[in-house]
């Protein structure tokens, strides 16, 4: 099974740059698609980003596109979340998730498509 912890959130101003990282434990994390959705206050969870088993293909929520850039290291069991001219409204806890049955479908953006998730990041964005 594949244990996933997230880190890097904080409190940064509108404009500012964060990268989450979401570390893996497990020999099979190869093998999973994976994820990161947000949750803002008083809010549903929400899609981000998603990326394939070998890092090539990503896809993004059209409210990040072009801003935030989703990768992954399969040697060090690292996923990241660059997220550049962050806004207020990007002000949430941010989860790290995997799908084991990555081979079912792309792109997947629900959460129930996602089976492993982390404890979640909270990143807070001022004005």
């Known amino acids: 099974q594949v244990q996933l912890v997230e880190s890097g959130g904080g409190l940064v101003q509108a404009g500012d740059s964060l990268r989450l990282s979401c570390a893996a434990s497990?020999?099979?994390?190869?093998?999973?698609?994976m994820g990161w959705f947000r949750q803002a206050p008083g809010k549903e969870y929400e899609f981000v980003a998603t990326?394939?088993?070998?890092?090539?293909?990503?896809y993004y929520a059209e409210s990040v596109k072009g801003r935030f850039t989703i990768s992954r290291d399969n040697a060090k069991n690292m996923v990241y979340l660059q997220m550049n001219s962050l806004k207020a409204e990007d002000t949430a806890v941010y989860y790290c998730?995997?799908?084991?049955?990555?081979?079912?479908?792309?792109?997947?953006?629900?959460?129930?498509?996602?089976?492993?998730w982390g404890q979640g990041t909270q990143v807070t964005v001022s004005s």
């Open positions: 998730a995997g799908d084991r049955y990555s081979s079912s479908g792309w792109p997947k953006t629900r959460r129930v498509d996602f089976g492993t």
């Open positions: 497990g020999r099979a994390f190869d093998g999973y698609s």
């Open positions: 990326v394939s088993r070998n890092g090539v293909r990503t």
